[in-house]
């Protein structure tokens, strides 16, 4: 009986505890409402919007935020809700971050709704005082309105519209027709380095003999996916300023693809003025892009009946966040020398370790002092690759994304150059020449020889000839050379002559001269070279079509399946209750 009464006061405990989870989960899920001070308008750059809104033209809408000091705790939510007239281009998860880049919040968007959902992190509640701002990006929705018109933007939050000023709308228009068109957006969010490209040809309903498609990724660290093309040939529709193909018919498999680098084509044949082509593929970029990273792509059409057209398109990477983006950072280089004197005419490569491309180089002016804009805030590194006249290079220098100050948006580097060592060269030449001669009469006799240190071998040569005179010459030559270098060269002739009187007389003679020489250099030669940069530019590009993300977790699914778990084990202890009873 006892042994039952405790089984039935602890499964009373765990009914207990499930009831007392879910009620703290609904109260540590509550709603702060009041923290956003501020929404403003800006283009996809973070710069002031001017002139109408065109419609697929995106822009940046972006919030302050302060939170109350002691009241947010970990998992309670802000919802943002943005006007209907606009939409998401971009629906990735994102954080939002405070002044210092701490992630104050996790931030989910739900096209569907039109919200985004923040979820406050652990952050929140081990600090006070926390300001900030976050932004993602939008566009006009065309589908729920054409005309143009004056649109108010900004962010409803808990039931109250703020504000971010009145723009005005282009409107629709009616699409333009042309022999080649291009678009681009991000595949999905799951993979942010898919690219999805769509080619449109002869909305402009001509007739085109011998048609090819050339296609170029400009950004050589691309490539194509294979198996990502897709070719139908159908009839184009305008409808709300853009073209639908109709009736389209899938023709991948008549139509081959040949694909070499980062260049792709393909023959279509004839086409008459009521066909149209849609051509759909996939590129990959083989890293995580950044916010606001730019990606260039041309595509090529040519006939044999004059009818030939480029399309250029610009696909952008867009990420919500909480800290401004995109091409606007910039990298300073103070070069001097140990004793911290300017240096002028360093020049440096600026490679960006995510794609491994150069991007742009430093040459220093007369201050020690050269600057490169136009990056983004990634990290980099700094490689010198020509050294002031009388300097060795410097070591490689790393640009992290931390070194780029919050305010002026730039990382600056002082390098040190030290100075070559000097060095010297000696060259010493020694010459010595001996010559003697010996002569006798009436009996002569001539002997020459020479000797001269080389590393050539040795050569002798004899001559004799039997007669009333004879003469025998004897020639030897060795020659040597090294940095020091001695030469030494003796000759010696000798004549003897014999008849019935005899005469002697004997001539000797020797002569020595030594030269010595002595010259000393020192040098630097320096060689340069230089690498060509990768052009940046802004761009613009159409939006995805992404799925929807579903809502992060704040606790309310596990106190629910605790309250379940403590009712079922208030119906269990109530059954053993019965049959103790019985």
Do not use: C
Request: proline letters at 3%; charged letters at 20%; aromatic letters at 8%.
């Amino acid at each position: 009986m006892r042994k039952k009464l405790w089984v039935i006061a602890t499964l009373a405990l765990f009914a207990i505890s499930g009831l007392i989870a879910l009620v703290a989960s609904q109260v540590k899920a509550a709603e702060q409402g009041d923290v956003i001070t501020r929404v403003y308008i800006t283009d996809q750059a973070g710069n002031e919007l001017t002139g109408d809104i065109e419609q697929w033209q995106t822009f940046r809408l972006n919030s302050d935020f302060t939170l109350p000091d002691n009241e947010v705790k970990e998992g309670d939510t802000t919802t943002v809700k943005i006007p209907d007239i606009i939409t998401f281009t971009d629906t990735a998860a994102f954080d939002v971050k405070d002044a210092d880049g701490n992630v104050v919040a996790k931030a989910v968007v739900d096209e569907a709704t039109k919200e985004i959902k923040l979820t406050y992190t652990k952050f929140v509640e081990t600090h006070s005082g926390i300001k900030g701002s976050f932004y993602f990006y939008v566009r006009v929705d065309h589908n729920v309105i054409q005309d143009a018109q004056t649109m108010p933007l900004g962010v409803t939050v808990n039931g109250k519209f703020i504000s971010g000023g009145n723009y005005e709308f282009a409107g629709v228009g009616e699409a333009t027709p042309y022999d080649i068109g291009k678009s681009a957006w991000k595949q999905n969010d799951a993979d942010p380095s898919l690219i999805r490209y769509h080619l449109s040809l002869n909305t402009s309903g001509k007739d085109m003999t011998n048609v090819q498609v050339v296609d170029v990724l400009q950004n050589t660290s691309l490539s194509y996916v294979e198996g990502s093309f897709e070719i139908h040939i159908g009839d184009w529709v305008s409808r709300n300023g853009e073209w639908f193909l109709e009736n389209g018919v899938d023709r991948t498999s008549d139509f081959p693809v040949t694909i070499s680098g980062n260049t792709f084509s393909v023959d279509l044949g004839n086409l008459d003025s009521s066909q149209g082509v849609s051509i759909y593929y996939s590129a990959k970029i083989p890293y995580t892009p950044v916010d606001g990273e730019i990606f260039y792509n041309d595509a090529t059409l040519t006939t044999d009946n004059s009818i030939n057209s480029t399309a250029s398109r610009s696909y952008t990477f867009y990420e919500g966040g909480g800290q401004a983006e995109g091409y606007v950072y910039s990298i300073k280089i103070n070069k001097v020398n140990e004793s911290n004197q300017p240096l002028a005419n360093a020049v440096f490569d600026v490679i960006r370790v995510r794609s491994g491309q150069t991007v742009g180089q430093i040459t220093t002016d007369s201050s020690g002092e050269g600057t490169l804009g136009q990056l983004l805030n990634d990290e980099y590194i700094l490689k010198e690759v020509s050294a002031p006249s009388g300097y060795s290079l410097a070591e490689d220098v790393t640009v992290n994304p931390a070194d780029f100050d919050g305010t002026s948006k730039v990382a600056e580097k002082t390098i040190v150059n030290k100075q070559v060592a000097t060095t010297t060269t000696t060259t010493t030449t020694t010459s010595t020449t001996t010559t003697t001669t010996a002569t006798t009469t009436p009996t002569t006799t001539e002997s020459t020889s020479t000797t001269t240190a080389s590393t050539s071998p040795t050569t002798t040569e004899t001559t004799t000839a039997s007669t009333a005179a004879s003469t025998t010459t004897t020639t030897t030559e060795t020659t040597a050379s090294s940095t020091a270098t001695t030469e030494s060269t003796t000759s010696t002739t000798a004549t003897t002559t014999t008849e019935a009187t005899t005469t002697a007389s004997t001539t000797s003679t020797t002569a020595a001269s030594t030269t010595s020489a002595s010259t000393t250099e020192a040098g630097t030669t320096h060689s340069v070279t230089t690498r060509p940069s990768d052009p940046k530019t802004s761009g613009t590009t159409t939006s995805s079509k992404p799925k929807k993300s579903g809502l992060p977790s704040t606790g309310d699914e596990t106190g629910v399946w605790l309250a379940v778990l403590g009712g079922f084990t208030l119906l269990t202890a109530a059954y053993y209750y019965r049959k103790a009873q019985v």
